[in-house]
T-cell receptor, first 112, second 113 residues
Framework: QKEVEQDPGPLSVPEGAIVSLNCTYS??????FMWYRQYSRKGPELLMY????GNKEDGRFTAQVDKSSKYISLFIRDSQPSDSATYLC????????????FGKGTTLSVSS | ETGVTQTPRHLVMGMTNKKSLKCEQH?????MYWYKQSAKKPLELMFV???????ENNSVPSRFSPECPNSSHLFLHLHTLQPEDSALYLC????????????FGPGTRLLVL
């Protein structure tokens, strides 16, 4: 079983839709969770991060962590064509010598 | 310049060439990373440097040779590459190597002919 599972999509939605992106993981020691957005031919940019369980909101974006289910989500409200990108989840144990573990990324297309 | 910069942005090379990728971070971080990103695959961590010392080498072939002269600069020297090495090579930095948030450069898109 891979450490982090993420459905690669592609996911196509109309403008204004609510988008839900998800990752599951197997390592219960993960406690630091991130979402990156990567536009075509660019490097990933940090979108949101959360520590341990709970929700975090930033504008149209909400990150949710459920450690009991080993499941994290990113919700995008009122999606825009500019949200079309690949979204990568990443997580770590937040200990010395540990690395970020990335999902494969989900490709999202928002049509106007 | 702010953030993490990488040069060149695009590179085409033959299998017998020698070239180098450069990365510079302006964030005051202590750790720097090289990743390989191929289509339909997760990011592959190649090398990790912390305070200029290499702390991780993920079984990367010797045709890839990293160099970290200081905490702000990272190089990836390439020689006798194979076509399957064509990919986006990303540099990242973070404050330390405790699984902290990493900040990425724009990448170098490499094509090996």
């Amino acid at each position: 079983q891979k450490e982090v599972e993420q459905d690669p999509g592609p996911l196509s939605v109309p403008e204004g839709a609510i988008v839900s992106l998800n990752c599951t993981y197997s390592n219960s020691a993960f406690q630091y969770f991130m979402w990156y957005r990567q536009y075509s031919r660019k490097g990933p940019e940090l979108l949101m991060y959360t520590y341990s369980s709970g929700n975090k909101e930033d504008g149209r974006f909400t990150a949710q962590v459920d450690k009991s289910s080993k499941y994290i989500s990113l919700f995008i409200r009122d999606s825009q064509p500019s949200d079309s990108a690949t979204y990568l989840c990443a997580m770590s144990e937040r200990q010395a010598g540990t690395a970020l573990i990335f999902g494969k990324g989900t490709t999202l297309s928002v049509s106007s | 310049e702010t953030g993490v910069t990488q040069t060149p942005r695009h590179l085409v090379m033959g299998m017998t060439n020698k070239k180098s990728l450069k990365c510079e971070q302006h964030l005051g971080h202590n750790a720097m990373y090289w990743y390989k990103q191929s289509a339909k695959k997760p990011l592959e961590l190649m090398f990790v440097y912390n305070f200029k010392e290499q702390t991780e080498n993920n079984s990367v072939p010797s045709r890839f040779s990293p160099e970290c002269p200081n905490s702000s600069h990272l190089f990836l020297h390439l020689h006798t590459l194979q076509p399957e090495d064509s990919a986006l090579y990303l540099c990242a930095s973070s404050q330390d190597t405790r699984g902290e948030t990493q900040y990425f450069g724009p990448g170098t898109r490499l094509l090996v002919l």
